[in-house]
Structures are given as C-alpha cells and as structure tokens.
C-alpha cells in the first residue's frame, strides 16, 4: 500500500491567512523553522495507479498537481483522473469542501456514514449542489473488513472497515451541539498482497475501548495532532475554545495522546491535522523534540511511505 500525505494542517493551512501568530509569521518568513502545509487530505492505492482520497481538502486541486500519481495520465486520453472515490472521516468544511473542486469530473463515489451524509445535503447542499454538476453516489462504509472497490465494482486490492467515534456533528448542522456516534468515522486498511494496516483517525476526542484495540494492529498511524494542549487556543489568544470542546484530545498531558502512542509498537505513527497555532510545527521546539522522543513523526505535506 503505497501512502501519500497530500495535506497535513487542520483548517485553514499554515500559515492561515488571516492569523499573525508566531507560528504563522515563521512560515511566510522561510526561515525553515515553520513548514508551510495545505489542510489534511491523505492518498491511498495498492497498485501506485488507483487511487483513494482520503478527505477532500479545500486545497485539493493544489494537493494533486503537487503529486504526481494523482495528475491525469499522459497519452491516454483527454480528460481524466487516477483517483476512484474519496473516504470522509466527517462533514467538516476542511474535510468536505474539496469535493466542490472535483466537480468537473465523473460522478463522483464518495464513502461517508449517513449521518454525514445528511449533514452534507441537509445542513450544507453540497450533495445537490453537485447534483447540477458531475453528480454524487454516496456509499456508506462497512463495519467489517470488505473490499474497497474500484470505479468498474472490480477490487482494489485494499480491504477497507469504518469505525464510528463520538463526536458532535459540524456547526452548520442540526442539533450541533447533541454528541453522538456517526458524525465522526476512523477508516482502517489492509493491502490484501503485503499485509500492510493502516489507521486513519483525524480527529479522535477521546480513546474509547475499541480505538484502543485498534491502535496496537496496524503498520502506519495517522492520528489526531490538532492541539498539543488542552487551553492551546486561549493561551495563542486566537479563541475561547478548548480542545476537547472543539472535538480533539491533545498531544500533551496525562490523558493526551502522546502517552499512549508513545507505548505502541508500531512502525509509522505520524500526526497529521495539525492547527497553525500548535508548536510541534516549529522545527526546533521543546515539544517538537518531546513527539520524536515517543518515536512519533510530525506529518509534513507530500511524505510518502509503502507498508
């Protein structure tokens, strides 16, 4: 299963382009101590020419001329795409809006739980939006290992499970503020050839028993590194919200999510949807060197890796 991070930040990327914060000011400045990074969107194929996305970022379009697997093939035909279907962890805008930028192609094949479903037709029509467009099939994910299947219903070589997560629903849908399972998915993977595991969990809000059986079974980790702390935001003075109001476990703390990484003997364990205002995006950081020490990686735009 080759693996390719197209976007690494949470919403709004880094530097965002209304935030003066000092992570931010690093990254216009190219000192290196900051790398700029486009929001969270992951790529996904068996074969090196199929492929899966993994959330469809705003930055999407930018994400795949930046990779070249996922560019129109040459001397094939006039229009065209590498990519089969795309995988939604939930509906939130920084997950869901790249969906807008693939319009121009087949009808697109989107894996979503209903409850994200809904959310995306109901509470923002994106669903009919794209009705006028290329059009939508919604499919909704297994609870057991099936296999991912291309475009033609032939297999893709990956199996593929979806596993719900408790979180609330985006803001702009009904009930926003009631928390239930459905709103939030982890996707985990099997290349059927290698053997290879990957877990996919953007954003986690706390570690419930099946996450913590999961965590151990897998080759390569991508995980939650939104926060590294509980009050990041007010602390910044870029918010009010805390992390775990805002959906998200920290990286610090007791109950963070470093200790428990820390403890897994897994081979790639990479955080992924990282905010502008985390420090672990500073190179030279006390808390940088605090993930590396726990045998973790901090995800940068266009890492690759095979498992």
């Not at 690093?26 to 068996?46: L, Y």
């Not at 930018?62 to 560019?71: F, H, N, V």
């Not at 364990?269 to 006390?286: G, V």
């Amino acid at each position: 299963m080759r693996i390719i991070l197209l976007g690494t930040a949470a919403g709004g990327g880094v530097p965002q382009w209304n935030c003066n914060c000092p992570i931010c000011r690093e990254a216009r400045a190219g000192t290196g101590r900051v790398r700029a990074r486009t929001q969270s969107s992951v790529a996904i194929s068996a074969d090196g020419q199929h492929w899966f996305l993994l959330n469809a970022s705003p930055d999407i379009r930018s994400q795949i001329e930046s990779a070249a697997p996922l560019r129109p093939a040459p001397a094939v035909k006039t229009r065209g795409s590498a990519i089969e279907a795309v995988l939604l962890t939930n509906a939130d805008l920084d997950h869901s809006l790249g969906l807008l930028l693939l319009r121009e192609g087949e009808k697109l094949r989107v894996h979503a739980s209903p409850k994200v479903q809904q959310s995306l037709t109901q509470g923002f029509s994106l669903a009919p939006t794209l009705g006028f467009f290329c059009g939508l099939e919604w499919i909704e994910p297994p609870e057991e290992l099936m296999p991912l299947l291309y475009r033609d219903s032939s297999k893709s070589g990956l199996l593929y499970e979806a596993f719900p997560l408790p979180a609330r629903p985006p803001r702009f849908a009904k009930d926003s503020r009631i928390a239930s399972f459905g709103h939030v998915l982890g996707y985990r993977f099997l290349d059927e050839k290698t053997g290879g595991r990957l877990l996919f969990v953007p954003q986690v809000t706390a570690f419930d028993l099946h996450l913590l059986q999961l965590l151990p079974a897998c080759d390569a980790l991508l995980f939650d590194g939104t926060f590294w702390s509980e009050n990041e935001m007010p602390e910044r003075g870029v918010g009010k919200l805390l992390a775990s109001s805002m959906g998200h476990v920290p990286i610090s703390g007791v109950a963070g999510s470093l200790k428990r990484l820390a403890e897994l003997e897994v081979r790639h364990k990479i955080y992924t949807h990282i905010n502008n205002t985390n420090p672990i995006l500073l190179e030279d950081s006390a808390e940088r060197a605090a993930v590396m020490a726990a045998g973790c990686t901090v995800g940068v735009d266009g890492m690759e890796m095979a498992i």
